[in-house]
């Protein structure tokens, strides 16, 4: 699919990406510079959307650690099993909702996560923080990219610290929520 094909998908979709465009190279690198994705065992992807965290990850990840990536957009989807053949990597065309279904007992080092919490229900977003939490090891980290200093509040309710971070470099200019 090319990236006019996922613009228009993306534009087609505002109600359930919640972005006017993609994440930029620096907010992927911002965002993953919270992270030791080299010691990872197993990393879990909310909202895998064009792939650009996708990349990001996978770049940094050891061969060995397992990537599960969420997303409802069959068509993103379809994209990013092309992109993303490798066999560590599991593209899940589901809802976040449904986390711990796939872990098979396992627990993640890190959950990194472009979801639209702003547009997602408050019974969807319980579900998807609940098992979130549930779905971390002990150390474990919740990393969030969003565009309103308020959800903060709302990380707080299910984390016991939440650092928020600013970049000015993406359109329009992010917050990454570090949650653990």
Do not use: W
């Not at 990393?43 to 965290?53: A, F, P, Q, R, T």
């Not at 970049?167 to 990454?176: G, Y």
């Amino acid at each position: 699919m090319s990236k006019s094909d996922l613009l228009v998908e993306l534009y087609s979709n505002i109600n359930t990406t919640g972005a006017l465009t993609f994440s930029s190279k620096a907010l992927v690198n911002k965002m993953l510079s919270y992270t030791d994705l080299s010691q990872a065992r197993l990393v879990i992807e909310l909202g895998g959307g064009d792939g650009s965290i996708t990349q990001g990850i996978v770049d940094r990840l050891s061969p060995e650690a397992e990537l599960l990536v969420f997303e409802i957009n069959a068509s993103f989807c379809e994209a990013m099993k092309k992109q993303f053949p490798q066999p560590n990597v599991k593209i899940i065309c589901d809802s976040a909702e449904n986390i711990e279904a796939y872990l098979e007992g396992k627990k993640a080092d890190y959950v990194l996560s472009s979801l639209p919490f702003s547009l997602i229900s408050k019974e969807g977003t319980d579900q998807i923080l609940k098992q979130t939490k549930r779905a971390l090891t002990p150390q474990g980290k919740f990393i969030q990219i969003c565009y309103s200093y308020l959800l903060k509040k709302l990380f707080q309710k299910y984390f016991s610290q939440v650092e928020a971070k600013f970049t000015l470099k993406n359109l329009p200019p992010a917050f990454v929520m570090i949650c653990h």
